[in-house]
């Protein structure tokens, strides 16, 4: 059972770049899938996610920290195994290590993954991370 992020890369401010986080042996239909950043010396944050129903949660930062309502875009190919997330009008404030994660199933559990970030409990697999840079 395993996640690979994808995709990251450096963009300059107001560009776009789109993440893929390709799962190996388990459907991503079948869980939530969602995103996380973390940024130097900050906690590992949870950003967008979606559940079994296809239902997409964005939501700012646990901490209010930042948004991406209107900016990123989670999505789920058809292909079974493959999550995205199409992130517009970066700024230097995106630069982070982007994790994917699977987790639970129905959106009550995706929610409470998004808000525990790193220290979810139960069942969960993550991605090494993939790293973005935007400069300004």
């Known amino acids: 059972v395993q996640l690979v992020e994808s995709g990251g890369g450096s963009v300059q401010a107001g560009g776009s770049l789109t993440l893929s986080c390709t799962a190996s042996?388990?459907?991503?239909?079948?869980?939530?899938m969602g995103w996380f950043r973390q940024g130097p010396g900050k906690e590992r944050e949870g950003f967008a996610f979606?559940?079994?129903?296809?239902?997409?949660?964005?939501?700012?930062?646990?901490k209010g920290r930042f948004t991406v309502k209107g900016r990123f875009t989670i999505s789920r190919d058809n292909a079974p195994n493959i999550v995205h997330l199409d992130m517009n009008n970066l700024t230097s404030e995106d630069s982070a290590m982007y994790y994917c994660?699977?987790?639970?199933?129905?959106?009550?559990?995706?929610?409470?993954?998004?808000?525990?970030?790193?220290?979810?409990?139960?069942?969960?697999?993550w991605g090494q991370g993939t790293q973005v840079t935007v400069s300004s």
């Open positions: 042996e388990f459907d991503v239909h079948n869980y939530c």
């Open positions: 979606l559940d079994l129903d296809n239902g997409t949660g964005y939501g700012d930062s646990v």
């Open positions: 994660a699977a987790w639970g199933a129905y959106w009550y559990d995706c929610i409470r993954g998004l808000k525990e970030g790193a220290t979810m409990k139960g069942a969960n697999v």
